[in-house]
């Protein structure tokens, strides 16, 4: 295929910039909103860029809501189920990429079938399991869902990299006299070092936003998770605390946005490599 002309060349970034925007504008508008005083807020001729910014709508929030607390909360969530998820999909990943046979096969099945589970339809067996290990209403029984949740979508995106990881250098080891141990250690465990800090953080992210399993499974206020603190900002008819809500939410989102940034170059060259393969 020949390359694109100029037109061509210059439809493909406008459609990217159109994506872009497409992207970006929930967030500018939730930055405005977070700075707008009320008067601003209730006004029908809306503006981009606050006139009269002001961070009462930050000081109101944190009156109203236990911010800190629930962030807490959602951080050690997130974190906890980030990790053990890598740590348990790694090895599976690597048995399920190099071992050929049924057993590999249906392993693959269940993880793109597992995927169309809803919410619902787990809620009710995963509550009766946390029950009879009396660990309702506790952040380390919403961990153990969260690493059940995120663990298919980990194994299914480390099994990728596992393969884009050349079978060849594995065997040049081995025939130095590398023990299996020492191959994985020193030769694939680096190579795929891109790809388990993406799956981390994928599955932090997840861990970090998700809401239902939070609101049904922790009913004490000193336990819950942001997500689920944020709905306080709503009225018994659905009205909405604008202000406080725009600026609680725009703190909420700013854990994840740090993460991604510290480590977007491995991100990247992550998926590079788990979309080769040798």
Request: proline share 6%; net charge positive.
């Amino acid at each position: 295929m020949g390359s694109a002309g100029p037109w061509g060349r210059a439809g493909q970034y406008l459609a990217l910039l159109g994506y872009l925007v497409f992207l970006a504008f929930p967030f500018l508008w939730l930055i405005s909103t977070a700075f707008k005083p009320a008067r601003e807020l209730g006004s029908l001729h809306p503006t981009w860029i606050p006139r009269h910014p002001t961070l009462d709508n930050f000081r109101q929030a944190f009156d109203e809501q236990p911010l800190l607390r629930a962030g807490f909360n959602s951080l050690v969530a997130a974190v906890s189920a980030a990790l053990i998820a890598v740590v348990v999909a790694t090895p599976m990943a690597y048995v399920m990429a190099r071992r050929k046979g049924r057993l590999a096969t249906a392993a693959t099945g269940w993880v793109v079938v597992s995927q169309a589970f809803p919410f619902v339809l787990l809620i009710i067996p995963l509550f009766l399991v946390l029950k009879s290990l009396h660990l309702i209403n506790s952040v380390a029984g919403l961990v153990m869902v969260y690493v059940v949740w995120s663990l298919p979508f980990a194994l299914w995106m480390l099994v990728g990299y596992v393969r884009a990881v050349p079978l060849e250098l594995e065997e040049a080891a081995a025939v130095d006299g590398a023990g299996r141990l020492r191959t994985l250690v020193s030769v694939t465990a680096p190579l795929l070092a891109p790809g388990i800090v993406a799956t981390g953080l994928f599955a932090f992210i997840t861990a970090w936003n998700e809401f239902f399993f939070a609101l049904v499974l922790l009913k004490t206020p000193e336990k819950q998770t942001l997500p689920v603190v944020l709905t306080h900002f709503l009225g018994a008819e659905g009205a909405a605390d604008l202000g406080p809500l725009a600026a609680a939410a725009f703190l909420a989102t700013l854990p994840s946005l740090a993460v991604f940034a510290v480590i977007q170059r491995r991100i990247t060259s992550g998926m590079l490599a788990g979309a080769v393969k040798s």
